[in-house]
Each structure stands twice: as structure tokens, then as C-alpha cells.
């Protein structure tokens, strides 16, 4: 007779599985509310059926925590993040082996030291300056729109140089745009489906890479060297010697940019929608930002550290609206938390949206409060993750920001130019953002 583990017990399984696909249409159609609904009817950890690829999400601080402190080779990024590889190309990152893809991430980390850091706050109130230069004295935007388009700059100038910048056409946009939606829902499952979309990716990818290899051959050939993260790819080697291949600088140059530019976008956004439907904050905010600029006339990385109610603003906006609401992992070795145990083949999933709403780290959840303390417990706040995986872009992107904001509140006010309630949460692909048009009407202070 075999004996029964009574160590172990059931993951709870999500109702509301059909036939084969399970529920990969719900969450394809609705992934924050299907997610929402597992964590209401069946708690902390939870089970579900991506038409066959069986998805444990775990919620909570506790369940964070093992998630992300266990080791690669028993819950494993990469072979959960397949749908990057396309985008990013087969080489990098999650399409490399580990340990190239640790060395390139030790090449990425060169442009976030301090050096490199101090030089991004002037170039993105620079961005900013022309970005508002036409705007007059009143009027009215689509900010999400309007902020897609300048940190796609900000990021494209600090981490790219000024001249790959100013060559920026609507193509780059597009082409972008093309790598982004290739990223929907689905792709969790099956990256490499015949659907429109994908085909536009890979055409996306393919002619990214014909424009950067393009800027570097310029580079190489008029002897020009820059201060940027574009130099460093091409200056780069890995352990054995070997150069980066202008294959391999293209997708470095994706992944830095989907790493800071889609939380740069959409946290600006949701951080100036919040703060127009909390006017009673600008004044303090005015006060903030003023105060900065009379200690000194250029933004520095070190202002940046001293605005505590914008960085509240910011903080509050990563919470109630977490771009990144999917982390996976795929179970290589068994894997165990609390009573429960995850087979191999399995993935392990974390929802940031789900988790920052818990009332008992996060009191009153649905009430965005700019003054709201940090929770005490560091894995309660999931917004870039955590572990060794976490975000490479996030103190760019914070960075950015920041500068953006404190750039415009020195000059204008802002207010809603719909109801409140218009300006909502979509996901059609898999970074949360605010449904468009989401417009505002700016003014210019009196000071």
C-alpha cells in the first residue's frame, strides 16, 4: 500500500475552468479581475489552467518572499518569460544561457552606476523644456499619449546618446509600439502563434535591428565614442574575450528600454491623473518643487532625493497601479511553501495589483494617499519585483520620473477634463496602463 503524505495538502483550484482551455480565455480577456477573483475564493495560493499549463498564483508578503528568494534552478525566469525571447532576440537575457545572461546583465548595470546616473536628471528637465515649449499658457493633452512619446525620448537620449535620439522618426515609434503589442496575455502561453501581432513583432525586431546596427557601423567608422549606454554595448566583451554582436547590442538596447521606458510612461501618467484628482495637494507640491529650484537652477540625481510628497505621489501611483502585473516563474525542482507543494512543469505567479491591495499591509487599499508609509515588510510592495530578477530599470525610470514632474509643476497646474471615475485601468497587453483618451487641461502658474 502507498503511503499518503499528509505533509502536503491541495492548491485550491480556481472554478470557472472550461474544456481545454481552462481559463486562459478569462485571463487573456481580464487578467487583473480573473487574478483578483482567484486570491477571493481561494486565498493566499491558489491554482489555474492556462489551457494546459497548470499557474500557481501566491499572494501575500510570506509568499513573496519564498517565491522570490528561491534559486534559479528550482523556480526559474527564464523559461517563463519564453515570450521575451522574440522580442528581445535568442541570445539575450531569457534567451541565453544562464550564465551569459549574467554577464550581460552585469553590462547593463554599467549604465545605472553613479557616474553614469548623475549626467540623466539635466537631460530629462531638458526633454521636458521642449516638450512643453509650444504648450502657451493653457490647453489640454491626452497625458498618456503625451508621455509615451517623451520618455520614449528621455529614454532614447540618456540611454542612447543625443544623436541616435535626434535621428528619432515615427518609425522608431511604430516599430516600438509593434514590440510592445506583440506582448499580450497569450504570449504567457504560446509566443510564437500565428497572430497578426506576433508577425508585426518580428518584422518590429528585424527592423530595429537594421537601425541600430546602422548607428553603430556610424559610430565605428567616424570614430566617435559617447557617454552613453549605446558606447558601453559596444565596447563590452563577455569573460572569453568575445564582443558583443550587433544581434546581441539590439536586444540589449530593447531590454534596457522596456525595463525603464513602459514604468516611466505609465507611472507619469497615472501619477499626474491622481494628482489632479487630489488638487488639494498642489499647493504643497508647487511648494516642493519651488523650494528645489531655489537651492539650485539644474536638477541633480541628489534634488531628486529630497521632494518627499512627489515621491509619495509616485510610490502611491507604483501601488494602486503597477504597470508589471504578471511575475513568473517555472517550477524546475519541486517547490514547497507552507503546507502546499508545487509540481515540476508548473508555473509560479505573482500579481503586484492583487498584492498591494491586502488592507493589512496597505489600510483602506482603495484610497490613493500620497502620504501613505512604506510598509514595514519590504516584500509587501512588489511593483519591480524582487530578488535577483528585480527590474534593472527601476531607478532609471524613478529617475525619470521624478525629473519629468519636478520640470512640470514648476511651470503648470493641472486639472481632469473628464470624470473621475473615465479615467481607467486596461491591460491589453501585459503592462497595465490608463484607457485612452486620458485627458488633461494644463495651466500656467502664477508665481
Not at 497548470?54 to 534559486?71: C, I, K, N
Not at 526633454?127 to 532614447?156: H, N, R
Not at 531590454?255 to 488639494?280: D, I
Amino acid at each position: 500500500m502507498t503511503a499518503i503524505d499528509i505533509s502536503t495538502r491541495p492548491i485550491p483550484f480556481v472554478s470557472g475552468a472550461s474544456g481545454p482551455a481552462g481559463h486562459f480565455d478569462e485571463f487573456c480577456d481580464r487578467p487583473l479581475e480573473f487574478m483578483a477573483r482567484a486570491y477571493k475564493e481561494c486565498g493566499e495560493v491558489s491554482e489555474f489552467d492556462m489551457a494546459g499549463l497548470r499557474t500557481v498564483l501566491m499572494v501575500g508578503p510570506e509568499a513573496h518572499e519564498a517565491f522570490f528568494r528561491a534559486p534559479d534552478d528550482q523556480l526559474n525566469a527564464a523559461a517563463a518569460y519564453q515570450m521575451m525571447v522574440p522580442v528581445f532576440g535568442e541570445g539575450v537575457q531569457f534567451g541565453a544561457p544562464p550564465e551569459i545572461e549574467r554577464q550581460q546583465l552585469r553590462i547593463q548595470y554599467q549604465g545605472l552606476k553613479y557616474e553614469k546616473m548623475i549626467n540623466y536628471a539635466a537631460l530629462v528637465a531638458g526633454e521636458v523644456e521642449e516638450f512643453i515649449k509650444d504648450w502657451g499658457d493653457e490647453g489640454e493633452k491626452d497625458f498618456y499619449e503625451a508621455f509615451t512619446d517623451l520618455t520614449l525620448k528621455t529614454s532614447t537620449h540618456c540611454l542612447l546618446g543625443s544623436e541616435l535620439r535626434y535621428q528619432l522618426t515615427h518609425e522608431f515609434e511604430e516599430l516600438y509600439g509593434d514590440l510592445d503589442r506583440g506582448l499580450d496575455p497569450a504570449a504567457l502561453r504560446d509566443p510564437y502563434q500565428a497572430k497578426e501581432s506576433y508577425r508585426k513583432r518580428d518584422l518590429a525586431r528585424t527592423r530595429l535591428q537594421e537601425l541600430v546596427s546602422h548607428s553603430v557601423r556610424s559610430r565605428r567608422d567616424r570614430g566617435v565614442v559617447s557617454n552613453d549606454m549605446l558606447q558601453i554595448y559596444m565596447e563590452a566583451q563577455y569573460e572569453d574575450g568575445t564582443k558583443l554582436t550587433d544581434h546581441e547590442i539590439t536586444g540589449m538596447v530593447i531590454w534596457f528600454m522596456f525595463a525603464g521606458h513602459h514604468t516611466s510612461s505609465n507611472t507619469a501618467a497615472w501619477t499626474l491623473v491622481e494628482m489632479a484628482r487630489n488638487p488639494q495637494y498642489f499647493a504643497d507640491l508647487h511648494a516642493e518643487i519651488d523650494a528645489l529650484y531655489a537651492k539650485q537652477k539644474e536638477l541633480s540625481m541628489n534634488a531628486l532625493r529630497d521632494i518627499p510628497l512627489l515621491e509619495g505621489f509616485v510610490r502611491e501611483s507604483l501601488r494602486l497601479h503597477p504597470p508589471l502585473n504578471v511575475i513568473s516563474r517555472r517550477v524546475l525542482k519541486e517547490f514547497t511553501y507552507k503546507d502546499y507543494t508545487v509540481d515540476v512543469g508548473k508555473n509560479v505567479m505573482l500579481c503586484p495589483h492583487v498584492a498591494h491591495k491586502l488592507p493589512d499591509y496597505f489600510p483602506n487599499p482603495d484610497v490613493f494617499d500620497p502620504k501613505r508609509a512604506a510598509p514595514e515588510n519590504v516584500f509587501a510592495s512588489i511593483a519591480f519585483g524582487g530578488g535577483k530578477h528585480k527590474c534593472i530599470g527601476n531607478a532609471f525610470a524613478l529617475l525619470q520620473v521624478r525629473a519629468i514632474f519636478c520640470a512640470l509643476l514648476r511651470e503648470y497646474d493641472f486639472a481632469l477634463s473628464q470624470g473621475p471615475e473615465d479615467y481607467k485601468e486596461v491591460m491589453p497587453t501585459l503592462i497595465l496602463r490608463p484607457s485612452e483618451p486620458c485627458r488633461l487641461r494644463y495651466k500656467r502658474r502664477t508665481h
